[in-house]
């Protein structure tokens, strides 16, 4: 069984780490971006490429909640 590991950095991204595959909508793969085997995936809804995280958090300052 693939180990996968998930870190919620605070105010900022999911980490994902190890053997996973991303899907769109539609089921189809979504190439990660990043290094093999580590993404970050946005959490403040911002992104310019979603589902990843591009930064956009910190500009505008983006701040976690207990829903999110």
Known sequence: ???VKIE???DGPYIVEGDIVILDAEGKPIEPKGK???VALCR?????????????HRQT???????S
Do not use: H, Q, Y
């Open 1 to 3: 069984m693939a180990t």
């Open 8 to 10: 919620v950095l605070k």
């Open 36 to 38: 093999a085997g580590k």
């Open 44 to 56: 403040c809804g911002r992104s310019s490429e979603k589902p990843f995280c591009d930064g956009t």
């Open 61 to 67: 300052c983006w701040k976690e909640t207990e829903n």
